[in-house]
Structures are given as structure tokens and as C-alpha cells.
């Protein structure tokens, strides 16, 4: 809350943001314990006429979520993660590791998988941590979308390469889809992503984009088609060449 009203009350008035974006698990609280919190945050977006998305922990039916909360124009929604990670979000086979993991303390989270496909903002189409490495789901959730959002927390990946990784597989999906993306990392590595643009820093002006391409549209089938298309047509060649090399290659009769 402190944060936002930081930024607002610093920011020129012509400059003021219509777009705040906070990464994965900014708010550390689960939504539902916290309503004196969450409504401070909605009081201020719906002063300055502000649309928030940050990441949060959503309770729904006695499930946990890593989700992203967004409040626009009067209405607060929240998108829960479908993709966790192992051992980070939840326990793989859980029954069976359970007593191994209780006899050396090995902290053992618990959150839920969405199973529904959801996106509240006509704009953007929001993923959470590393769904953007999902190729498919990402060209099905922002097809009808003018950008994309990624809200990710890569801090356990501490000096690795993983984050700039992560950064590449978003850019990745940028040049997929033609369309802008907004990478928010609690690391620090935020960027904002536009087909040919360098890449922007904290405040920008982002151009939303309509339409898909063919790889979004038609998947990654006829690109697959053509890759075997080319590899048989480079074997038949090699083969048609082989007489004509042994032909070449035949001793002269004397």
C-alpha cells in the first residue's frame, strides 16, 4: 500500500500511470486474511483511476492459490496458477514421499492447480512465474489479447543463469505472438518487451497489438511438417547421388 501510494504521489500528474504492476507474491499475504490491506489498495487504484495486477496467495473452496490479483475499473478478480513447481508449490506423490520428508524437515507446500483458463483483462493475458515456458497455452491465452504479462519471483534462482533464461523464454513468446511483454520479477530483471523495440525499464508506453500469427493460429504442426518435408527430400537427393558416385568411383577396365 505504502508502495503505491509512493508512486503516485511522486509521479507528475501529467505522468501518472494508467497500469501498476507488481511481480509474483508482491502482497505476502493470502487475499482473505487481509481485507483491511486489499481494500487500502483498491481505495487508492480507484482514486487515481489505476488498473493493479499483483502477484498474491488466493484462498477459494478451502484450496490455496499462487495467484495475481487485479482490480480495474470497480471490479477485483484474481487468476489462480495452473502450472506449479515440484517440491516448490506442491509435493509430487505426496502420500508416498510424505514420511521421507517428515523424518528430514523438508517443508512441504501445499497450493492448488487451476483447472479453469481464465483471463478478466481484454488486454492483457496474464501467466504467472515459468507458464510462459508453456508454448501452446501461452498461444491460446493471448490470442485474443493486445500484450501479455508475466508476474514471476526468480530470487531462488539467486546468480544462476535461470533468470536470464526466464527473461529469454518470454522474449521468446513476444516474437511468437508479435506481441508486446511486460516481464515484473521480484529479482529485479523486469523488462518490457515490444516486436522491434529495445527493450524498456519501469514506465513505458506499451502499444497493444490485435490479431495473431500463423504459428499461434495454426500451432506448431506445420512447421513440424515442413522440417520432415525438407529431411525427406534431403534423403531421397542423397540417395538419387549415391550411383552416380559409385558410377564415378567404378575402376577403369584396361
Known amino acids: 500500500t505504502h508502495a503505491l501510494a509512493d508512486l503516485i504521489i511522486k509521479t507528475p500528474l501529467n505522468q501518472k500511470p494508467r497500469l501498476v504492476i507488481w511481480p509474483e507474491g508482491a502482497l ?39 495467484s495475481a ?26 502420500t ?3 514420511p521421507l520428508l517428515t523424518a528430514f524437515s523438508v517443508p512441504m507446500s501445499a497450493l492448488n492447480a487451476s483447472k479453469t483458463l481464465y483471463q478478466p483483462l481484454k488486454q492483457f493475458a496474464i501467466f ?29 534462482f539467486e546468480s544462476t543463469i535461470s533468470i536470464r533464461e526466464h527473461l529469454n523464454i518470454t522474449q521468446m513468446r513476444m516474437l511468437e ?11 529485479g530483471m523486469s523488462q518490457i518487451l515490444s516486436p522491434g ?16 500469427t500463423p504459428i499461434v493460429r495454426w500451432g506448431i504442426g506445420p512447421s513440424l511438417g515442413l522440417a520432415w518435408l525438407f529431411m525427406l527430400g534431403a534423403a ?7 550411383p552416380i558416385r559409385k558410377k564415378n568411383n567404378a575402376p577403369a577396365l584396361t
Not at 490491506?37 to 493493479?52: F, G, M, V, Y
Not at 491460446?140 to 530470487?155: A, C, P, Y
Not at 531421397?236 to 549415391?242: A, D, T, V
Request: glycine content about 4%.
Open 128 to 156: 504467472l512465474c515459468y507458464e510462459i515456458a508453456y508454448p501452446n497455452w501461452v498461444w491460446r491465452n493471448s490470442e485474443h489479447h493486445g500484450s501479455m504479462i508475466v508476474l514471476t519471483d526468480d530470487n531462488w
Open 177 to 187: 505472438t508479435q506481441k508486446p511483454a511486460v516481464f515484473v520479477n521480484d529479482s
Open 236 to 242: 531421397f537427393k542423397q540417395r538419387s547421388l549415391n
Open 197 to 212: 523495440q529495445p527493450p524498456a525499464h519501469l514506465q513505458h508506453t506499451l502499444t497493444l497489438r490485435t490479431g495473431s
Open 96 to 98: 508416498l514421499l510424505k
Open 69 to 94: 490479483l487485479i482490480y480495474d475499473q470497480g471490479h477485483l478478480e484474481f487468476i489462480n496458477k495452473h502450472f506449479l513447481v515440484p517440491f516448490g508449490e506442491y509435493i509430487p506423490l505426496r
Open 28 to 66: 505476502p499475504w493470502i487475499a482473505e486474511s487481509a481485507p483491511e490491506q486489499i481494500n487500502n489498495l483498491i481505495h487508492w487504484a480507484q482514486q487515481h483511476d489505476i488498473t493493479l495486477v499483483s502477484g498474491i496467495f488466493h484462498a477459494q473452496a478451502k484450496k490455496r492459490y499462487n
